[in-house]
């Protein structure tokens, strides 16, 4: 690993929205936004004070199209968002990888190519 690059967060949208039935299905988008926004704000408790962080939210479906803002990245993925994480973790090189999803697949999927996973509670509060 570099430890001079960056810790990359890569944060699963649907997965860490889907995790609090609070209404999101009405509105994915606007869900993903604020979820966009939360990470923004706050960052990923516990992670920021040990360096810098790069934040990346993929979205798919229904929340494609979220706009990035300043400290988070949005990839909207062409088919499955699963996939484009994976994709992005593949990419990461030697940098550090964070993934915040609790699909159990894609947490081993990307584990095999080294990053490390925590579950959605990590940024929802």
Do not use: Q, Y
């Not at 997965?15 to 609090?20: A, C």
């Not at 516990?46 to 979205?59: D, N, Q």
């Not at 062409?78 to 964070?98: E, F, K, N, Q």
């Amino acid at each position: 690993m570099n430890s001079n690059a960056p810790l990359l967060v890569v944060v699963d949208a649907a997965n860490v929205v889907g995790s609090v039935p609070d209404g999101w299905w009405r509105d994915r988008k606007g869900a993903a936004e604020r979820l966009r926004d939360r990470l923004a704000s706050d960052g990923v408790p516990g992670v920021a004070a040990e360096g810098p962080v790069e934040i990346v939210l993929v979205v798919e479906g229904a929340a494609r199209g979220v706009e990035s803002v300043a400290g988070v990245r949005v990839e909207s993925a062409a088919g499955s968002g699963d996939d484009h994480i994976v994709d992005v973790v593949a990419g990461a090189g030697a940098r550090p990888v964070l993934v915040v999803t609790a699909d159990r697949e894609l947490r081993r999927r990307v584990g095999e190519l080294g990053a490390e996973v925590t579950g959605p509670r990590s940024v929802r509060p």
